[in-house]
């Protein structure tokens, strides 16, 4: 199968180094049938592997475990029971992550299944944790595919849809660009299967109450997603508080990427790593403190990730991926950074080398106590 490049992107996904597209149901599902897409699947297989091929990364977040579970199952009623909503769920998903192997594997890329609930995205050390899954994932060449974990959480703590879920895992692997897949090619003015003289928005520079007021309800014609437009703004403005631009675009062509003749971009306010360390500099509430030595500040100033010989005290009690701050040895603060170690282990790994931590803890989370990616200077 033919693996051309995608000759013409908008910008903002042409620019990315990482991209997360998700998918909704109504194009993962033959609506006929109650069974995977499999052409269009390998059609999306195709765009994501030429994106790969410009040497970025792409993290896949796909609907659908529900709509095959329930003709699996035999559930044709259209409303569901919790319960029976998770039993779906619990068929559907491997039939869902068997139907994208299958179709990457056409164009020679392996795939792994990531299974989110909120809390993974909302409690640092299960945030921490995840990412540096999906960053290793990344690192295999993999294709990481996301759908939340349904079959263990409850309608309270539940993210309600996958577009919010897909703008979590964008804020989760520092994407910079977030592609909502749909069936409509972007925002209108009003809802145009209503408003026939509703005109489309190529670009939102920035979301405030008239665009919200745009978005309409949920999508009652597919009748098998959960979200609408309504619900692509919201992530939107998930994904744009971390610097992620979102493209909204239609999914219905084999090859959506390669077709995305229309769409909306909707632009964040900050990029995607400012907006984050942003975040640590000034709306975290540091958990402890480590005191550092002068060479271990100055090698932070030079842009260096700190290790556990430069520290020589710890204050507080913290888990790994807390926020804590970064102190000289005059005592002021010189950043604030999440830390990949607790308290506990950072004591017993001070003023030793990396090579050592390992071997004093049984194990290791990496070479650095706080990445440089996870650092702020203050």
Known sequence: MSLDAIKSLPDVLASAKRITIKVGSALVVDAGSGVADAAWMRGLAQDIAALMAQGKSV???????????????????????????????????PRLMSAWEEAFQTVSLKTAQVLLTREDTEKRRRWLNARATVDTLFDLGCVPIVNENDTVVTEEIRYGDNDRLAA????????????????????????????????????????????????????AQAGVGTGGMATKIAAAK?????????????????RPLSNMARFTVIRPQASASAAYKAWIAGTVVPAGKLMLDDGAVRALRNGKSLLPSGIVEITGQFDKGDSVSIISPAGDEVARGIVTYSAEAIRAIRGRGSHDIEGILGYTSGDEVIHRDDMALV
């Open 59 to 93: 993290l896949l977040v796909s609907s659908g475990a529900g709509a095959l579970g329930r003709r699996y199952l035999g559930l044709t009623r259209k409303k569901l029971k919790l319960d029976e909503k998770q039993a779906a769920a619990a068929a559907g998903q």
């Open 168 to 219: 979590r895992a964008a804020q989760l692997v520092r994407s910079e660009a977030l592609v909502l897949l749909s069936d409509i090619d972007g925002l209108y003015t009003d809802d145009p299967r209503r408003n026939a003289s509703a005109e489309h928005i190529p670009l939102v520079e920035k979301l405030d109450a008239s665009i919200e007021a745009m978005a309409g309800g949920a999508n």
């Open 238 to 254: 998930i994904a744009g508080s971390a610097g992620c631009a979102t493209i909204i675009a239609s999914g219905q062509t084999i």
